[in-house]
Structure formats: C-alpha cells, structure tokens
C-alpha cells in the first residue's frame, strides 16, 4: 500500500514569489492535515481536513496562505506572497475515521526562501 | 491551550547504556504517540499508546503512558548507535487534534 505522497520535496523561490505544496493522503484516509515544521521543532498544525471540509484552520496565516481539498482525497497547499521566514518543511499527514486515529506522515517539502 | 514538553531536547549516549526521554502534557489526553525522524527524513510512527498503565515494547525501545500523571516515557536499552534519530511525542484529544513535543534529539556514540 501507497504511503502519503508529496511533491515537490524541494522547492526553492525568490521571496513575494507564490508556491505550491501537493499531497495525496492514504487512500481511505478522510482525515488530512497540513503541518509546518521548522528545524529543531516539532511540526505544528496549519490545518486539518475532515474530508472535503476544513474543520481547523486556526493556525493557517489567511493572508498568505491558503488551502484546498476539493474532492476530499488529494490537497494543495498555497503561499502567496512567500517571505523569508516561510522557509521550513511542510509535512502532510493522514488518518481514518475513528476514534484511535494514527497519523501517517508523507515526506514532506522542504520550502527554501531567498 | 494544551503544552507537550518533552526532556531531555538533547541526549549523548554511549552504546549499550539505558536511558529514558519523558513527555509530560498539560491537560487529559485520549491517547499517546511517539514518533521518531532521521535527519531530513519523515515522521514514522513508533507507538500508540491508549489507556492508563499502557506498555509497548519493540526492540530495544519500550513506552509507557501514566494519564493521571500526564506522563509518558520512552525508555531506551542497551543503545545501539541505529537509535540515532530526534523522538516526538504526540498528544491525541477528541476531533483528531494533535499536539506535537518539542522533540528530543538522541545521538548515540559507539
């Protein structure tokens, strides 16, 4: 079985540049999220899909971010405009329904701003 | 808002030596994960632990969960330098929330 698929892995851009992040979750899994993780930290949530709904998007920066899953299996993340301080990993994970939900981890992009 | 914070950030190991990394939470807790990460790479999943007095062992590496002391601890036998690698704990609550540790980076020296 497929794990999470992301692309790119590595992404460099000029800062005000836009960028995009894609991830294709598990298949079956209706849960999705979207963490950042800056070096020598633990990831943290951006946001979290429950299907095609965004259920929690309160850490997700709305001015320059945004995000979507429009048939509630793969999703595309967005920055818009990038600035320096966007350089990090953004991990895409995902879980089935349920209560016991173990999350999966896809390999992540590594965000470069220059 | 619920706090992960995990202890030691940094452990030195010499192979062969037992050591433990604590996770404590702030707030009740449906449940536990640890996850480890090699440099440049994803989480991978190590354990899930559910209910109070939980014990998980693989390998050399053993987890445990206290809920009512809000603890959880991942204790290391005989290290091997394969070990090598940063640990996170993951506090799961209802409606799928995750709350990420700080992470602990282990280097284990032969």
């Known amino acids: 079985e497929a794990g999470v698929v992301q692309s790119p892995r590595y992404k460099i851009i000029e800062k005000k540049q836009p960028v995009a992040f894609w991830c294709n979750p598990i298949s079956g899994h209706n849960t999705l999220y979207w963490y950042l993780q800056n070096l020598g930290q633990g990831p943290e949530l951006l946001i979290r899909y429950e299907n095609e709904e965004a259920v929690d998007d309160s850490q997700l920066p709305k001015d320059r971010f945004s995000a979507e899953r429009l048939k509630g299996v793969d999703s595309t993340l967005k920055i818009q405009p990038a600035e320096l301080g966007d350089s990090a990993v953004y991990l895409c994970?995902?879980?089935?329904?349920?209560?016991?939900?173990?999350?999966?981890f896809g390999p992540g992009t590594r965000l470069t701003v220059l | 808002e619920l706090k992960v914070e995990q202890n030691p950030l940094f452990l030195s190991m010499q192979e062969g030596k037992n050591y433990t990394i604590y996770c404590n939470y702030s707030t009740t807790s449906d449940r536990l994960y640890w996850y480890r990460q090699d440099p440049g790479k994803s989480l991978e999943s190590l354990f899930v632990?559910?209910?109070?007095?939980a014990v998980k062992q693989e390998g050399r590496l053993m987890a445990s969960l206290d809920t009512k002391a809000r603890l959880s601890t991942l204790h290391i036998t005989a290290a091997v330098h394969d070990l090598s690698a940063t640990y996170f704990c993951a506090v799961g609550r209802a409606g799928n929330q995750f709350y990420f540790g700080t992470g602990t980076s282990l280097t284990v020296i032969p």
């Open positions: 994970a995902s879980s089935l329904d349920g209560q016991y939900n173990e999350q999966f």
């Open positions: 632990l559910l209910s109070n007095g």
